[in-house]
């Protein structure tokens, strides 16, 4: 028999909140994101061996999102084993494209793949947003489920648990500038208002419908009109400088829409074709550049697929 002693893991990043879905929808991007890799151990508890390509990170299991969800799901198997993980990180932490929810969901992918899959998809996702509840205080699934099930994810309910996937155009391509300054969850739900005035709430439900609809019947038109966020994005954005400057040039430059990343600082356009997309890249180099702040830019499809094994040898 064949036993799998060691996983190697890629974990995406992925945009949440997508401008109308604060909490409740997010997608993967299909070349950014985290390398994992995962070694099952005689002795029971976890260790982070090495962590690499991101500055600050506790080591301490107890402290990392990826050892958090790691001792959940080894408590749940109720095994004398453990494991050993090193990461590679590709996302800086803080990015607001899902730096904490790649370490959670690859790890929660990574176990189940060592331990011969003893979890569901909907198991996985749970066992990940204790990953988010460390980092941001909030156990949210807008990263951790579509990191692990891939493709346009929606959080239909968090009690209990209802993750839906939604079908998305194929030519739907994402640009991303993720500004080199940490904004961390925690702070940038700190300032949201506790309470929503009914117009918003029309306003917003009528978005959500509306983009979820859009991405159903492949009509850019409609996904285009939907991106709109009248409640989170005039509070949040005053957090990420040129916010305002990256928005108009991205739509002039043919975005169907641009808002914020997750909870900032990095900020999402979504585009119909590659070219569309890499001229809102470069309308975003232009609204940045001048403003002193390093940045990074990615184009990427929504990616069909999320978490994945790599051959070993990569
Ligand atoms: P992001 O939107 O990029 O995930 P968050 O603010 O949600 O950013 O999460 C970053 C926080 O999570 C930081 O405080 C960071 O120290 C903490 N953290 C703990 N472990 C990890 C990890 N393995 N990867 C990324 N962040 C981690």
Request: aromatic share 6%; proline share 4%; glycine share 10%.
């Amino acid at each position: 028999d064949f036993v799998m002693k060691k996983v190697r893991i890629f974990a995406p990043a992925t945009v949440a909140n997508v401008s109308c879905g604060f909490d409740i929808l997010g997608f993967p991007l299909s070349n950014v994101g985290d390398e994992m890799v995962i070694r099952k151990r005689e002795e029971k508890g976890v260790r982070i061996t090495k962590i690499e390509g991101a500055e600050g990170l506790p080591l301490e299991a107890e402290k990392n999102v990826s050892g958090v969800v790691a001792l959940k799901m080894l408590e749940k198997l109720g095994i004398d084993q453990g494991v050993e993980i090193e990461i590679y990180k590709g996302i800086k932490a803080g990015s607001g494209i899902g730096s904490s929810a790649a370490s959670s969901a690859g790890v929660a992918y990574g176990i189940n793949q060592l331990f011969a899959e003893p979890f569901s998809t909907q198991q996985l996702v749970e066992f990940a947003m204790e990953g988010e509840r460390l980092a941001s205080g909030v156990a949210h699934a807008d990263n951790v489920a579509p990191a692990i099930s891939g493709g346009f994810t929606l959080v239909r309910s968090y009690h209990p648990l209802d993750v839906i996937a939604i079908p998305s155009p194929d030519d739907l391509y994402c640009t991303v500038i993720h500004p080199q300054i940490e904004v961390r969850t925690a702070d940038s739900r700190n300032i949201l208002k506790e309470k929503v005035p009914l117009k918003d709430a029309v306003q917003q439900w009528g978005n959500v419908a509306g983009l979820v609809a859009g991405l159903i019947k492949n009509d850019y038109d409609l996904i285009g009109r939907s991106l709109e966020d009248v409640i989170i994005e005039p509070i949040r954005s005053i957090l990420i400088p040129g916010f305002d400057k990256v928005k108009k040039l991205s739509v002039e430059a043919g975005a169907l829409g641009c808002g914020i990343s997750g909870s900032g600082p990095s900020i999402f356009a979504l585009s119909r074709g590659k070219e569309t997309a890499t001229r809102i890249k470069e309308a975003m180099n232009q609204a940045y550049k001048e403003l002193g702040i390093d940045f990074e830019l990615h184009l990427s499809k929504i990616c069909a697929s999320g978490v994945r094994t790599l051959p070993e040898n990569i």
